[in-house]
């Protein structure tokens, strides 16, 4: 803003007074310095009021600038705060997401041991089944071995001097079996044994001998004809006397330990053949000496616990 010098006028007209009253040059020339001087002054004062008011126009447009940046700085900060607790809640959800994951991960941890647990559990549980089951095949080995070799020697030592039909050895799964006629072994329509048999039984009994560790079962088989008499009521009677009969010659005369020996009487039962035909009841008419390993010995056999380590 621009302002004009101001000039006194009750100064010039002072001057002109005194200058129409004829003043002195001397006092005009002083006033007229003053004149000047004041003039000066006042255009030196009118400079700086100027430059006053620029400045004060500048304050004012630092101050709109200043309130508008406070302003836009306000706008900033509530945004800045909305954006931080967006962050909070964001961290909050983040960390409920660790937790639950880590807690998973406790459960997966406590799974996975529970598991391992189970696996090595059932890792032991395989091994000692496979051993069981190398037992079981070893034992069958051997025992098929041992088997075939008594069947070697049963029919090496009974096919002196005995007829094939009177004496049948054979092998199945674990056990050998000696089928003896009835017509070889006993006297007609009783269970003494003829001299013939305990000749027969005395070379079976070599054999028992010489494997200690297998039992002998004796079991008596008769046809259906029916029987009566004073001493022997039926068919049951008649097939538990004959066994026991062999049983006791083994004992007997020729040194079987009895802890060894069984007997059993089948009766007229399981037959093999048919009872129509005089062939087939003089096939049924038997008596089967069973060699087979000692119970214990095989109830050790299923036993898996039992096996060695």
């Keep these: 803003m621009n302002h004009k010098p101001k000039i006194y006028w009750p100064l010039l007209f002072t001057l002109a007074v005194l200058a129409v009253s004829c003043v002195s040059k001397k006092e005009y020339m002083a006033l007229q310095s ?11 004062l ?10 004060l126009s500048d304050c004012d447009r630092e101050k709109a600038n200043l309130k508008a940046r406070l302003q836009a700085a306000e706008s900033n900060m509530v945004l800045r705060e909305e954006q931080v607790n967006d962050l909070k809640d964001l961290v909050a959800d983040l960390r409920q997401q660790r937790d639950a994951q880590l807690n998973q991960v406790d459960d997966l941890t ?7 647990e189970n696996i090595r559990e059932t890792l032991s549980q395989l091994q000692t089944k496979d051993k069981y089951i190398q037992m079981l095949q070893a034992a069958k080995t051997r025992a098929d071995s041992i088997n075939l070799a008594l069947a070697v020697n049963l029919k090496g030592v009974l096919s002196e ?17 000696v089928n003896l006629s009835d017509k070889m072994l006993y006297k007609s329509g009783s269970a003494q044994i003829t001299d013939r048999a305990n000749e027969v039984l005395g070379k079976i009994a070599k054999i028992i001998k010489s494997r200690p560790n297998l039992e002998v079962m004796v079991e008596g088989y008769t046809d259906s004809q029916p029987i009566n008499t004073a001493c022997i009521k039926d068919n049951w009677d008649l097939s538990v006397l004959r066994s026991t009969s062999v049983v006791r010659a083994l004992q007997t005369n020729h040194g079987i330990d009895p802890n060894r020996l069984i007997a059993a009487g089948r009766g ?26 000692k119970l214990d010995q095989f ?3 299923l036993n898996p616990n039992q096996v060695p380590e």
Aim: proline fraction near 1%.
């Design 34 to 44: 003053e004149l000047e001087i004041a003039n000066k002054d006042v255009a030196r």
């Design 46 to 55: 009118g400079e700086s009021l100027n430059d006053y008011m620029k400045r």
């Design 110 to 116: 406590t799974l996975s041991q529970s598991a391992s």
């Design 161 to 177: 001097g005995i007829e094939d039909d009177d004496v049948e050895v054979k092998v199945d799964k674990t056990v050998v079996f």
């Design 268 to 293: 007229e039962f399981n037959a093999l053949a048919t009872n129509d035909t005089a062939e087939g009841r003089a096939m049924n008419r038997r008596t089967r000496i069973i060699i087979l390993p």
């Design 299 to 301: 109830y050790d056999l």
